[in-house]
């Protein structure tokens, strides 16, 4: 067997730019974790009905931004293989049908947003919350069109390998939020107090600003100069926004059936109690916030591999894979020591009860264990986003997180009598599963790319997109 050959120095500058394009990636990340926590402080503060209300409607409401981004994420391969083969004049044309792609997303989500009353009784809701879950529902909805096109604007940037104005304009939108938020929810400035729905208000008007900020700093910065993108008007080309589509709708149903499986195990627990309730809150939140890192990765990871296509470079698709990945893992490694160290201390920090942070502990431990898992998956699949390969891994997804880890989750929680412990084994399987599925597909596809095997970017990855 011919022995594998590893260039030290090439993996040492892959995984300095790597880290480069992810570092801003990881701050947006966190800083949309910020948006939801202000919104639960705010609310908490006018009162518990709101508080509840908010929390309702953000569930629902991260479904639409969930399919958004996934719908859009089928623009940064897009162009990063575009930037790679030295073809960034054409992003501008990658660009012009995703605006469009956008605007058409924006509004299914509007209308989906304004008509979920269906879901909130399926939901569970109590009726004393109806109304208000529908004033915000109906107030947040208006932002759903600059939402789809600010992903449109992030992917451009993000594919050409500009991932600083992401985290600029997620923070500026940050910062915003708050006194925004202040002023319509309590009623200030000589408005009246306008609870749950000022908080869709302050949301839709900061989701606005953040797209046309980012518009403006596109049109104006030399960055994205010789792209066409504001100098021509382009009309919707089918075939183009079908490339795209083709792409990003496998894209969003996997990240549906991702936030799906929790949204599943967050409704199973909700039948066991208040305290489990409770400490699967504290330790959802908690694997969620050190989830941003690797999800940050992994968004660098595509663009890297998306770059690596465009030259027709096929050791470059392994190295930006494989280093990718293994910078997850160090991540990873720190999260999990962190949560399987110290469950007790990291629980504490949420709440005084006891009871709580004994549960919360419990789990923080089962969480510590998939951060490996969890990782290794999200980073594989944005290895396999820069090969544009989506519908085998949504093949995958499915197949792993409702096929394997739901049964097994829902089997060790009401029949082995494990409780919540059982749901998030269940996600461990799961979760692991997808790791080594989709790790596999990687690893066989990268191996499947020899030099010459396809030109600066093979016609059935690029050209689909921006050929008429």
Known sequence: MKPIHIDRARVAREIVATVRLALPLILTQLAAIGSNVIDAVLSGHVGAHVLGAVAIGTNIWSLAIVSGIGMMMSVP????????????HEAGQVFHQAIWLALAMGVLLWLFIRHAEPLIRLIGVSPSLYSDVGEFLRAISWGTPALTCYFALRGLSEGLSLTRPSMYF?????ALLLPLGYVFMFGKLGLPPMGARGCGIATATVLWIEMLSFGTYVYFHRNYKGLGVFTHFEWPNLKRIGALVHIGLPMAITLLAEGGLFVAAALLIGTMGEHMVASHQVALNVAAL????PLGLAMA???RVGNAVGRGDASGIRYAGFCGIGLTLVTQATSACLMLGFPHLIASLYTHDQTVIALAAQLLALAGLFQFSDGIQ????????????TRVPMAITLFAYWMIGMPVGWWLAFHAGLGARGIWMGLIAGLSMAAVLLFVRFWRSARRHRVGTFGPVAPSVADATISS
């Open 77 to 88: 391969p897009s162009v990063s293989q575009l930037d790679g083969a030295g073809r960034r």
């Open 170 to 174: 997620s923070f500026g939108g940050l």
């Open 290 to 293: 050190f989830f941003m890192v």
């Open 301 to 303: 990871i595509t663009v």
């Open 378 to 389: 999200v980073a594989s699949n944005g290895a396999l986003r820069g090969l544009k390969d």
